[in-house]
């Protein structure tokens, strides 16, 4: 039997990099998965590209700072399945500066993206699941959120806050709630970066190599699977030893 099979999954920003790879994997191990990301043209395009493949999903054009259309969306999906038992908070940005260039509309743009775009799909999936009395939830921290990085004071305050958020208080309702914290992997924008850039990331991995998307799409599968039953409140490390 497949691993996700008839599970419904909601995975934010799930078209490009490792939200794709993830939507990729569920589709493989039998959820039926619904894709929440701003960008109508690349989210029908990806979902072209899976049927391609032989895999089914859906996309909804969503912002999740726009909490009354993450209610709305979440509603349409509970309304056609019957209900919710995945979401993959793994929509996020960057917008990168010094703290003492960065501007308060760069730091606010993060923090409604990542932070509370969260909280808010969270708390509009959450209902639905706490009527079945079960649910995965899996939000995207990084690697960044345990010894910080310069020139990203949001985004690491957001995913710093990721793994606040990651609370236990669900956990008696048979709802999990984990982060997964990638190191460095190798997207499409990471791969266009300089070699000689490239070269001092992996430097710094020590098992010498950058992570693959469906490395943190293996984690995301992990945590959100019955094999990850009696682990909540946890963030798992997926950065090659970075962390150690």
Do not use: H
Not at 9 to 33: D, H, S
Not at 65 to 71: I, K, L, Q
Not at 155 to 160: Q, S
């Amino acid at each position: 039997m497949k691993r996700l099979e008839n599970r419904v999954a909601i995975i934010t920003g799930g078209t490009a990099g490792i939200g794709a790879a993830t939507a990729n994997r569920f589709a493989q191990e039998g959820a039926k998965v619904i894709l929440w990301a701003r960008n109508a043209e690349r989210g029908n395009a990806f979902i072209e590209k899976m049927k391609g493949m032989g895999l089914e999903a859906e996309f909804d054009a969503i912002d999740s700072s726009n909490y009354e259309a993450v209610c709305e969306a979440a509603k349409r999906v509970n309304d056609k399945y019957g209900k919710i038992d995945i979401l993959i908070n793994n929509a996020g940005i960057t917008n990168d500066s010094t703290l003492k260039k960065m501007t308060i509309e760069q730091w606010q743009q993060v923090i409604d993206i990542n932070l509370s775009g969260s909280f808010y799909c969270i708390k509009a999936i959450t209902p639905y699941m706490l009527e079945k009395g079960y649910g995965r939830i899996v939000n995207a921290s990084s690697v960044v959120a345990l010894y910080g990085n310069f020139g990203q004071t949001n985004y690491v305050a957001t995913k710093a806050g990721l793994i606040g958020m990651t609370a236990r208080e669900l956990g008696k309702k048979g709802i999990t709630v984990n982060a997964v914290a990638p190191g460095f992997i190798e997207t499409d924008m990471v791969a266009k970066m300089p070699e000689n850039v490239l070269d001092g990331m992996r430097a710094k991995v020590p098992v010498g190599r950058l992570g693959q998307p469906e490395e943190i799409a293996s984690a995301y599968l992990f945590l959100a699977s019955e094999e990850a039953a009696y682990i909540n409140g946890a963030t798992l490390s997926v950065d090659g030893g970075m962390t150690i």
